[in-house]
């Protein structure tokens, strides 16, 4: 257990954010089943190492909530009262996002748009996302490629789970500022955006936002005072949880109803969160390599659809087929994933995040 008080950092969400990203990866491994005429002889279970990672391999898309209620939690224990004091600027405070997001996404775009019109030259077809146009070009040059209902995914199309979490930071970012960071606020936002999900669960932004949210009143409920006075009976109440539900959930079969499934994992992730950010204890020794794991979650988020792009072309061009069943070639593919999200975070990430910041407060 963690000394009394609130963390310093928060290496077990860390732990969870790599836990998230590397299953954003397992469910994305299908890609690599598809042709011109969409996913080919595609089967869930034939996929490598199946039985050993059957739950990433059939639920790894919802990944992307995790990754919503993490920055939920980090935004509000980090920015919520420095921005409802105003002491962060909301020019700061977007400087910042944009630095940390922009470049590599812009990147990734020219990258996948090159790499696409080779993929295409080559197939006839472009690879698991279509609607490569000068339209959803410019969506994504803005980062504004998934906030209406009617675009399709385009490019990168890993980026529209960001996409739509930018306008979760503005929101964020004006209800803290002008109406300020009362606790009901955070419930009205999460009941509303809950409401609006349930009637309309064809727009993700609602589910966005109840994620975010959630997160975040996760971490303020943690930093009250009452909260902390009783930390450690919380403590073992929350473990208690994260073992028990899932056997309890699947018992009942609880799972069987999306809405039900989706309300469980929500609240559940909070408590994860809660958890590992508040009663972890990671020794001294492994804290760097806990951080450089968090620290390369975007960039493999980014790049491995790249990645996939580049092995289809290469092997179209030789006339081979993606040996994608092999278990060799599975650990090959992973790791060169993670491989090259490191080399990518040093540098080219944080190159651009320092010149970006730097040149603001030499010219702002």
Request: net charge positive; proline share 4%.
């Amino acid at each position: 257990m963690l000394e009394t008080g609130l963390p310093q950092k928060l290496l077990g969400l860390e732990i969870v954010r790599f836990g998230a990203a590397v299953a954003v990866l397992f469910w994305h491994y299908q890609n690599l089943w598809w042709t011109p005429n969409g996913l080919t002889g595609f089967s869930r279970e034939a996929q490598p190492l199946y039985r050993y990672f059957a739950v990433f391999y059939e639920f790894g898309l919802y990944g992307v909530q995790v990754f919503w209620s993490i920055s939920g939690y980090i935004f509000f224990w980090k920015y919520r009262d420095a921005v409802a004091e105003r002491r962060v600027s909301g020019k700061i405070f977007f400087l910042l996002r944009f630095s940390r997001l922009y470049p590599l996404h812009l990147a990734t775009l020219f990258l996948v748009g090159t790499l696409q019109t080779l993929y295409v030259h080559l197939k006839g077809a472009p690879f698991v996302y279509g609607n490569n146009d000068p339209f959803h070009f410019v969506l994504q040059l803005f980062m504004a490629s998934n906030w209406s209902p009617f675009v399709s995914s385009s490019f990168n199309g890993p980026i529209w789970s960001v996409s739509i979490e930018l306008l979760a930071y503005v929101l964020f970012f004006l209800v803290l500022r002008y109406l300020g960071s009362s606790l009901v606020w955070n419930a009205l936002i999460i009941v509303a955006a809950g409401i609006a999900y349930l009637v309309v669960s064809h727009l993700p932004i609602f589910q966005c936002i109840v994620c975010f949210y959630v997160g975040g009143m996760t971490a303020t409920l943690a930093g009250l005072p009452a909260s902390q006075r009783h930390r450690r009976l919380i403590g073992v109440i929350s473990f208690v949880v994260l073992i028990g539900a899932p056997i309890l959930g699947n018992v009942l079969g609880l799972c069987k109803s999306k809405q039900v499934a989706q309300i469980a994992a929500i609240v559940y992730t909070a408590i994860l969160l809660y958890f590992m950010a508040n009663h972890f204890k990671l020794a001294a020794r492994f804290e760097s390599v806990v951080q450089a794991a968090g620290n390369m979650t975007y960039s493999s988020y980014l790049i491995h659809f790249p990645l996939q792009l580049c092995i289809a072309i290469i092997c179209g061009f030789v006339g081979w087929s993606i040996p994608k069943e092999s278990t060799t070639f599975f650990w090959l593919y992973m790791g060169s994933i993670l491989i090259l999200a490191a080399f990518i975070f040093r540098w080219f990430e944080m190159p651009c995040q320092k010149l970006i910041r730097n040149r603001f407060r030499r010219t702002g």
